[in-house]
């Protein structure tokens, strides 16, 4: 009890001693300051003497906290993916690698693909559904499907009739077939003829005759072109009647006549061939067969030596000064030709076709051969 209380009085008076020499101390320092006069330079306690930041570059400082602390989640994220990825890669490999292993738990990728080809498949299904929505309304509306094809079959009706008139027209105004020249019979004359100068001698036991006419009007006889002799001048005549069409060879009495009418004012392609061996005769009219006949003028030669002209009958020449009036041919003439042999039925489509007028025969050829106009007759295009 008595060794407690005296330590309780020792440790008292040391604190007591300690607090008086500190409490002198200071005053003796303090007085030591006072009576020097001495200011201290520095200040014994330190401050931040640092300018303070304005409100830019605060808000510079908070943007660049910002895209620092966005470009670590990227980071972290795409650490995250890589790392997910290169452990898919590694579960596959050892799935492909391991094809014997018996079936085990499916594992996260396997649970990954799964789910992809359920959504492809649920997809597929989808797709299937619709196309049979769709597939059951057409069959649900036949009615509406048949109106739109019956609109659409007018419209190429109408089509069809107006490029029809805009051909007449055309037919009417331009030359056919790629010619570029016809010859014109501006009327019925006894003076008005063309004169047609073959380069190859006119010995014909075969022939082709092929001429586009656009006539103006027909008598009971009108003449496209003849060709005869001094012995014979009826060799070959191809000429228009009211009603027909009429090829002679040898002759009128050897003749094939097609219940045939051109239509006046429009171009019409007219072809004609003759055999001597069996007699055969072929009348065409636009590339359509319209008239045939065997047995005509039957082993007969058409001589060299003749006359060959277009729009009139050499038969008549030089009595009482000029041709019969009434055989001559008004209108226009063109792509006329002459072949030594009977032509295909292929051939007289394509001579009567688009380009016609660039097929030429090897006996006349229109635009190679000589045919000079008379009376009034001349060239156009």
Known sequence: MHLSAVLVCVLWSAVHAENSDDYELMYVNLDNEI????????????????PEHSEWDKLFIMLEDSQMRAGMLLQATDDILRGELRRLREE??????????????????????????????????????????????????????????????????????????????????????????????????????GSVHPATPMTLESFSACIWVKATDVLNKTILFSYG????????????????????VGGE??????????????????????DSKKGHMFLWVNGELVATAVGIATDHIVPEGGILQIGQEKNGCCVSGGFDETLAFSGRLTGFNIWDHVLSNEEIIEVGGAESCH????????????????GGAQYIS
């Open 359 to 374: 097929i030429r025969g090897n006996v006349v050829g229109w635009g190679v051969t000589e045919i000079q106009p008379h």
């Open 35 to 50: 009576d020097n006069g001495l200011h201290p330079t520095e200040d014994p306690t330190p401050c931040d003497c640092r």
């Open 253 to 274: 009495e050897n003749r094939l006549v097609a219940d045939t009418v051109i239509s006046l004012g429009r171009w019409t392609h007219l072809c004609s061939t003759w």
């Open 92 to 193: 596959l490999g050892r799935l492909t690698q391991r094809p014997e292993r018996p079936c085990a738990p499916a594992a996260p990728a396997e649970a990954r693909l799964a789910r992809v080809l359920d959504a492809l498949l649920q997809e597929s299904r989808d797709a299937s559904r619709r196309l049979a929505l769709l597939e059951g309304a057409k069959a649900q509306r036949p009615e509406e499907a048949g109106r739109a094809l019956g609109a659409v079959l007018e419209e190429l009706r109408q089509t069809r009739a107006e490029l029809r008139a805009v051909q007449g027209w055309a037919a009417r105004r331009w030359l056919p077939a790629g010619c570029e020249t016809a010859i014109l019979f501006p009327m019925r004359s006894k003076k008005i003829f």
């Open 229 to 248: 002799t001094k012995k014979n001048p009826y060799e070959i005549q191809l000429y228009l009647s009211y009603q027909t069409i009429v090829l002679a």
